[in-house]
């Protein structure tokens, strides 16, 4: 075994306005190695890979890379010192050719040779099975052909080391596993990857170390064969597991034929095709599916979200239209978007502007809420939902990516909704407010609101849903409900391997 | 109460800095250069009112169109993160709409001089809500869309009274642009106030304020939330239409005059430029419109300096742009962030010390 | 061969798509005028006066559509163009040297391309505002240096603004039986070969793929390891250069200096750029595009003149309507291709 040490960070100290982001952090890679960097959101995963990547100053601490002492003033900095980046959110031009994007920034010289670019990129893009085209503007690619760019251009620049932030959260599974073996291909050129991910099974399928952070601390370094899965878990959010597996236990689920709150038959908008469905009152349903599978635009549509262009909509039995937000808000439905950052927050209004936003909309635009009402709103809901912020007046931007979702929430409770829909609520957050997430909604549904509930992870919806709705190529290919509700059926679902007849 | 004066001061003067700042600048440098800058005096007018008259007054009454034209711009900014170039020629549009109406009726009454005030805020309006349509619906950056106004508006100005530049001559005119017989100080600072405390009440009994910055800051959690965004953007062309008609009228009144061509010009780049001095980020989002009050007046103090100092008006430009220059550069992110590190880095070594003494 | 995706041509990137739709606008505008309006339309002078009056209008467009590219705006084109001209002529008429007033309006255009690049690029002042200040400082200044009109009066000068190609095969044959050649003055010569430069610069130089990336995504650019601030900062440093030459260009055209010369120049060069093509939002346009941007602004404003429209005020109605036909145009374009994509 290589044990070769490529890249030393000692003692890495970085501190923003009022917080301390890390302090005395260490973290090594060796060559040939995938390491993991798990911790949960906040832990300062993207604090040290911004320091790595010369996004950030540091404070204080040294990095080496292959034993020399380095200092990082820019991510061209880090590129040329061999150190390449591919970020979760896509990081290129899309007013730009595939090959350019490929190129640009790197190189000595002024001039480009767009000749010699393009056969290049297509000849990588080939061996790396990415079906884009060189001389096609990046613009014109899917979300996830897009990344694959980002990566063929980090393979490309022949790095010492690879930093992957957190690339998979758009990809489907064979283009994951499509990621998978580059990455081991890569390894094996003597490639260091820093891998970030909130999905554990990943971890365990590609990665040979695992170093964890915690509140801007490190926790330690392990290798993988030696960390169990549920230990890990317990190392980032540093509490016992009871409470994981507490509510795993309360498995009981009811399918009580309540009421029906919301029927839909056939109905369609611009992103998604017809499709019938109904939920109960005090059910949590959830649509499950491979991202792309339709299920975020179907849920979309039940809200108004993108254009309706089809279909009955009934709500407690009476016929509704409903074909854009307001509609939908009205009669008692609310929406927390899949994408926090560009659907959910308003960064740079207060926590207690942000918590009002829907209900001052329902109550319109002549009726404000008073600044008194809306600060006691905002003070109860802080508490209610352990909301971590100075005070209610603090930009919600400034939170973590929990606690904004946990305002976005607040915002959707304080108009108490009949049928809440959350999409993606537990992404990119840590693992503690992802068990605080999942237990309010069995309550709200104890107390008789409607969830839809999506998640990229099976396993949370199974503990949550009474019911999955499972899609596949913007198509409904099956409801489970009862003894049917565990991995091994969803998947086979999921997967198609069987026919399942449709209600 | 107190609470509302902390949470002033606390959440409000960040903002504030700056344009305070320079308004401090110019009185103190005003009062070393030359105290009597600052009298006051009754003295009688034409008309044989008493009426107030000194710099400070010609100061206040001066930028009375510029800061009603900086109220409507910081709230389409706010909405829309951009800004409406087109507000001179749209002014000279709704002035000549305003002379229009005088001329057309035989004698000028009090009825007729309100029914062409109204008329001028429809015709203003409608050429808003042309601007705001091509900025809410088609999705043209606002500077881009005004620039259609800004190209022919003043020939559009042109075109309403045949070419000509007429006269309106009517004590109630005179009263608009002047003074209310009885009243002392300026009708347009009256009017600005009125203004002022129309907005304040607007946004006391509508959700404007939250609404608008919402859209600006992020649209599509706005639209997500239920806000009709594109109304919003719509409404903020139609309530700068609004501000840009009062300017417009206030303008032909001081001149009893409507000379399409020279009414407001330039007045567009003042406006924008107080919306920014009045620390109003001009991509849009997070607004006060005291702050481009404040601005706004900054810029005709500014103004009324450099002329007493006996610089030829048209090269009072050039000596704008380095105080601009001076009072953006304080107020850039880049030196704001510098300026805190110095300070925190001060504060720190004066703990330090006191700590040390304490040993 | 529909499966074959490596030999199908790629559909055209947005810059190339609205570059096209202007020349074609362009072409078929000025055979309509010839079929329909004819006189001067049907002479090649016609075209060449077009440039010749708009030689230094083409220069500062394309700075701006630089500036525009990538992201920023420089409002402050007309103004220095105004003071290269009023310096340069009072540098002359005191008996300067020819070389060295081209250096002085390269140096004025540079020094102002400086501090905005400076203020916008470093201290991370709003663009806008930077420019705007930069703006009044040049009329300003124009006005300190002379409120009157200037003259110039430089024999070296009068050589080099007398320089003109001809080329007699494109000429017409006048009412009085002489053969006119077509005559082209050196300023657009100068124009061509600015456009030609920063062609080449945009599409085969690093700095110029930068500009569109940085236009195109600015936190994007960063992350793939463009020094944006340089970048961002030269851009602003060209524009003010191509001010001077436009400046230079423009005194040459009219042998005198005047405050109010090249006003509103500024909103010219932005709608010139606009229906060229260039989006103000950045990452989109071309210099090409800018070009006929500004060859369809004078046409229309020609064949205004033509129709027996005389009035002045009909050529600025007309010049706004088609900047609004233009832009919904482009708004609309841009809009279905989004759509085709998702």
Same mark, same amino acid.
């Given at each position: 075994m290589q044990e070769v040490e490529l890249l030393q960070m000692r003692h890495i100290n970085k501190v923003f306005p009022g917080v301390k982001a890390l302090s005395d952090v260490d973290f090594t890679l060796r060559k040939g190695e995938i390491h993991a960097l798990m911790g949960e959101n906040g832990a300062g995963k993207s604090t040290l890979i911004k320091i790595l990547t010369g996004v950030y100053g540091m404070d204080g601490g040294e990095i080496t890379v292959e034993g020399m002492n380095v200092s990082i003033h820019s991510p061209q900095d880090a590129q040329n010192k061999g150190i390449s980046t591919v970020y979760q959110e896509i990081t290129l031009c899309p007013n730009l050719t595939v090959a350019e994007n490929m190129f640009i920034g790197r190189g000595e010289g002024a001039l480009v040779f767009h000749r010699d670019n393009e056969n290049r990129a297509n000849e990588i893009l080939k061996k790396l099975g990415i079906p884009a085209r060189a001389s096609q503007q990046l613009g014109s690619c899917s979300l996830a052909v897009q990344q694959m760019v980002a990566i063929a251009r980090a393979v490309d620049m022949e790095c010492k080391v690879l930093i992957l932030d957190e690339p998979t959260s758009s990809l489907d599974d064979k283009e994951v596993n499509m990621l998978f073996d580059l990455m081991r291909d890569l390894k094996k050129q003597g490639v260091g990857i820093i891998f970030v991910t909130h999905f554990l099974e990943q971890v365990y399928e590609v990665c040979d170390r695992i170093t964890v952070l915690r509140n801007g601390e490190l926790v330690g370094e392990y290798l993988t064969e030696e960390l169990p899965q549920v230990e890990l878990v317990a190392k980032m959010i540093g509490k016992e597991l009871d409470e994981l597996s507490n509510l795993g236990e309360t498995e009981e689920k009811k399918v009580e034929n309540k009421e029906i709150f919301y029927e839909a038959e056939s109905l369609s908008s611009n992103e998604a095709m017809p499709f019938d469905f109904c939920i109960h009152k005090g059910e949590v349903n959830g649509f499950t599916g491979l991202l792309g599978s339709g299920r975020s635009e179907s849920v979309r549509a039940i809200f108004g979200a993108d254009k309706v262009n089809g279909g009955n909509v009934k709500i407690k039995g009476e016929d509704v239209k409903i074909t854009k937000p307001i509609d939908a808000m009205k009669h008692g439905i609310g929406y927390l978007a899949e994408d926090r950052k560009r659907d959910g927050i308003i960064a740079e209004l207060s926590v207690r502007e942000n918590i009002i936003l829907a209900l001052q909309v329902m109550k319109g635009f002549f009726k404000p809420i008073s600044r008194s009402e809306a600060e006691a709103f905002a003070d109860e809901y802080i508490k209610v939902l352990n909301i971590k912020t100075a005070s209610r007046e603090t930009p919600v931007g400034s939170l973590s990516g929990g606690n904004q979702q946990k305002v976005i929430l607040a915002r959707w409770l304080l108009t108490h909704p009949d049928y809440l829909i959350l999409d993606e609520p537990t992404r990119g957050i840590d693992v503690g407010t992802k068990l605080e997430i999942q237990k309010l909604v069995l309550k709200l549904a104890e107390d008789g609101v409607s969830v839809t509930f999506i998640s990229s992870e099976v396993e949370e919806m199974l503990r949550t849903c009474s019911r999955l709705i499972v899609m596949r190529d913007r198509h409904i290919v099956g409801e489970l409900t009862g003894s049917d509700l565990n991995q091994a059926q969803v998947m086979k679902t999921i997967a198609g391997g069987e026919a399942v007849n449709e209600g | 109460m107190k609470d509302n004066f902390r949470r002033f001061f606390k959440g409000g003067l960040g903002q504030l800095t700056i344009p305070i700042i320079a308004i401090l600048f110019l009185v103190g440098f005003n009062l070393v250069r030359d105290p009597s800058f600052f009298s006051i005096e009754i003295t009688q007018n034409n008309n044989g009112n008493m009426v107030l008259a000194g710099n400070l007054i010609s100061i206040i009454n001066g930028a009375s169109e510029l800061a009603v034209l900086a109220m409507g711009m910081t709230l389409v900014t706010a909405a829309? *993160? *951009? %800004?409406?170039? !087109?507000v001179g020629a749209a002014a000279a549009i709704a002035g000549s709409a305003f002379v229009k109406i005088l001329k057309v009726s035989p004698n000028i009454t009090g009825v007729t001089v309100a029914a062409a005030f109204l008329f001028a805020c429809v015709v203003a309006m409608i050429f808003g809500a042309f601007n705001g349509t091509l900025v !809410?619906?088609?999705?043209? %950056?606002p500077m881009i869309a005004t620039l259609i106004l800004y190209t022919c508006g003043r020939s559009i100005a042109y075109w309403i009274n045949g070419g000509a530049t007429p006269t309106v001559s009517s004590p109630i005119i005179t009263a608009i642009g002047g003074f209310i017989p009885g009243i002392p100080v300026p009708t347009p600072v009256l009017i600005v106030i009125t203004v002022a405390i129309i907005f304040v009440l607007v946004f006391h009994f509508t959700s404007l304020e939250l609404f608008t910055q919402s859209v600006g800051i992020n649209g599509s959690a706005a639209r997500l939330n239920g806000i009709n965004s594109t109304f919003i953007k719509l409404l903020s062309f139609i309530i700068l239409g609004l501000c840009v008609a009062v300017a417009g009228t206030i303008g032909v009144s001081r001149l009893g005059l409507i000379n399409h061509e020279t009414l407001l010009l330039d007045i567009e780049m003042d406006a924008i430029l107080a919306v920014a001095i009045g620390g109003n980020n001009l991509g849009g989002g997070k607004f006060k419109i005291s702050g481009s009050i404040i601005g706004a007046y900054v810029i005709q103090m500014l103004t009324i300096t450099l002329y007493a100092m006996k610089v030829p008006s048209t090269d009072v430009k050039a000596y704008k742009a380095i105080v601009i220059i001076l009072l953006v550069v304080i107020g850039s992110p880049v030196i704001k962030s510098k300026f805190q590190k110095t300070v925190s880095r001060v504060k720190s070594n004066k703990q330090r010390v006191s700590m040390k003494g304490a040993e | 061969m529909r499966n074959n995706r490596d030999f199908r041509r790629e559909p055209l990137t947005d810059t190339q798509l609205l570059m096209t739709i202007t020349i074609f606008i362009f072409v078929a505008m000025y055979l309509l005028a010839m079929a329909f309006l004819r006189g001067g339309f049907l002479h090649a002078q016609q075209i060449f006066d077009m440039l010749n009056d708009n030689a230094s209008l083409i220069i500062v467009s394309c700075g701006l559509t630089i500036v525009m590219i990538g992201g920023g705006i420089d409002i402050s084109v007309g103004a220095v163009t105004s003071l290269v001209v009023m310096s340069c002529i009072i540098y002359l008429n005191n008996g300067g040297n020819i070389f060295v007033s081209v250096l002085l309006a390269l140096g004025i255009g540079v020094a102002f391309g400086l501090v905005h690049g400076f203020l916008v690029s470093y201290l991370e002042i709003q663009p806008f505002i930077v420019t705007l200040a930069g703006m009044f400082f040049a009329r300003g200044f124009t006005t300190i240096l002379s409120v009157n009109p200037q003259k110039i009066d430089h024999e070296g000068f009068a050589k080099l603004r007398d320089v003109k190609i001809e080329i007699p095969w494109l000429g017409y044959v006048a009412k009085n039986g002489n053969r006119v050649p077509a005559r082209i003055e050196l300023g657009v010569v100068i124009a061509f070969v600015c456009v030609l430069l920063i062609l080449v610069l945009l599409k085969y130089f690093k700095l110029g793929r930068n500009f569109y990336a940085m236009g195109g995504n600015q936190q994007s650019a960063l992350m793939l390891g463009i020094n944006v601030k340089r970048t961002r900062f030269i851009s602003y440093v060209l524009s003010g250069l191509l001010s001077g030459v436009s400046g230079f260009v423009f005194m040459m055209h009219t042998g005198a200096g005047n405050a109010t010369n090249a006003a509103g120049m500024e909103m010219n060069a932005i709608a010139s750029s606009i229906i060229g093509g260039t989006l103000l939002t950045g990452g989109v346009g071309n210099v090409v595009g800018t070009l006929f941007g500004t060859l369809t602004l004078t046409t229309i404003k020609k064949i205004v003149v033509s129709s027996g429209l005389n009035d002045p005020w009909w050529q600025s109605i007309t010049t706004g309507g088609m900047l609004c036909f233009f832009i919904l145009l482009q708004s609309v374009v841009l809009a279905r291709r989004a759509k085709k994509r998702s």
């Open positions: - | 829309c *993160g *951009g %800004q409406d170039i !087109s !809410s619906v088609f999705k043209i %950056q | -």
